[in-house]
């Protein structure tokens, strides 16, 4: 009964998107107030009813309930409670009603938080939300229905993958899919603009809170991602490229190029039309990605649909969406004229170099991770492209972007001062130098993009304290004022700030980490020593060991420094009975300065067994830059200037609907 109310909720949430998705459009049109009043009314009902729907799938998950389908093929009793809940979202069908979810929730927050908007335009913004929820929810009803039963019902379930079973795995969709459709409602404004015709500071002051917000929440669900490969795959690496890894990578730099040029519109109303434009590619570059990990063209732990039907559905969704926006913005962008003039060199053309480059950087992983798919699929050639394009292209272009990062903010509005910014930047110089001057000290046959990293996370993060200093006027002014002048720093500042110190930590991070660590693949019999980096490994040999639903071969490493044993290390190998499945689990000590990582393979006694071992100098800086990017973010969003609307002075009358006009 529970599975049927749940499935119930979803019509009665189909038809309530309906409703939201095409009455207050028309009501904006036609100024028909009662029509464009309905829109926030819809909005909560149809996350109050998505919501409902989601519980009682969670429920069929918690109780074991296995006649419903999807509850038999991706759960089964045995499994710990976390990933039993876990498990909604592990799946094609829970994935997308989570999606869903995420998506209603969304637009009952415009609903609730958007009461300053001028009507039309919320009504209009939450139409389109609206009517992306009609698409979803058909797809979920027509082609990925979570409450199918399945009778007769099973004794037992067939169990969650294991790679999914982990902690990591448990948060990291969540936070993706709320970064994902956190760019739904950038979306929704700009085309509710180019309905309107009107782009103006206060849309742009509208949009940057939830483009952050979902610029925050995708951060942390890549940054989880990376984690989980890092330590769950038990190869030693943190990003490979991977066509699933890019689809989430793309939104992410076209959404950070879009949260600095709505900075450019709010502050002197320029770039409008090529802003609503990366918020239409923002939100097309995240459907894409649901395209690719749903439509089965894909082969990964992370894509779930193989049915062509699904893959098809998506397809046309996504050219519809993508296509009709392209379109309307083809026939409405001319009118949105920009009134602000700047010269190149200013804080706005720095912005805009900033844009250029993050867009040319999404284009080419775009391109390297459409063309084999579009070649296998167009003359059924396998073409590989790895991570040797995506380096070769890639860090060309952002090792630019990194050195204007600490130029672009202590430049002058309208018109700036390259050589005073860089006078000014002169203990980043110094710390550069310094760097590479390290660089060369301690490795100096290369490789040189290493150097290169060095002394640009060297430069970048000493350039983002720099523009704080200045800003503080710290040695410029007495103690007292500078630290007044702190105290009453809009957060907003801050959070750049912030970020951009969490973008040098993640650089120096990736650079050493790829630069210095030692890697080495032996055999090793109980009572070997082998010498990794400054520390050697003891290997104790292995033993069996009962999971709460795996079985596990676990190695035994002793950490010896200085003789003196420090710490041990237990990898294991775990094998799943359902479904089956074997795993490889690393053990990990990390600390600031460096990860000692063991892994251990096939093998026996008598023989020895395969292992890898690795001293990974500051590889958790790179985690720890996305965290301290994502406070950044955070602190700004925490800024009262984005919570609070245009003065209702500076409001236009909203009797007469711009389409009346």
Known sequence: MIAELGHFALILALALAVAQGTLPLIGAARGIAPWIGLAPSAAM????FTAFAFGCLTYAYVTSDFS????AQNSHTLKPMLYKISGVWGNHEGSLLLWQLILAVFGAAVAIFGAPLPGTLRARVLSVQGLIGVGFLLFILLTSNPFDRLLPAPLEGKGLNPLLQDPGLAFHPPFLYLGYVGFSVAFSFAIAALIE???DPAWARWVRPWTLAAWIFLTIGIAMGSWWAYYELGWGGWWFWDPVENASFMPWLAGTALLHSAIVVEKREALKSWTVLLAILTFSLSLLGTFLVRSGVLNSVHAFATDPTRGLFILIFLGIVVGGSLALYAWRAPALSSVGIFAPLSREG?????NLLLAVATGAVLLGTLYPLALDAIASQKVSVGPAYFNSVFIPLMAPLCAAIAVGPLLAWKRGDLAAALGRLGFAGGAAILGLLLALWLRGDGPWLSLLGLALGAWLGVG??????????LFQAPPSESLNRARHLPRAA????VAHLGVAVM?????????WQIEKQLVMKAGDVVTVGPVQYRFL???????PNYLANQGRFELLRDGKVVDLLLPSQRRYQQPPMETTEAAIRPSLFADLYAVVGEGDAQRGHAVRLYWKPMVSWIWLGALVMAFGGLLSLSDRRHRVGVPKSQRRPQSVPAAAE
């Open 494 to 497: 801050w959070g750049m700030t």
């Open 350 to 354: 720095a912005l805009v170099l900033n």
């Open 507 to 515: 650089i120096l991070g990736i650079t050493v980490s790829e630069t």
């Open 197 to 199: 015709g009107r782009v």
């Open 68 to 71: 419903v389908m999807n509850v």
């Open 464 to 473: 983002a304290l720099t523009e704080w200093a200045s800003r503080i006027k």
């Open 45 to 48: 009902g149809q996350a109050l």
């Open 541 to 547: 040999g292995v033993q069996p060991v009962q999971g």
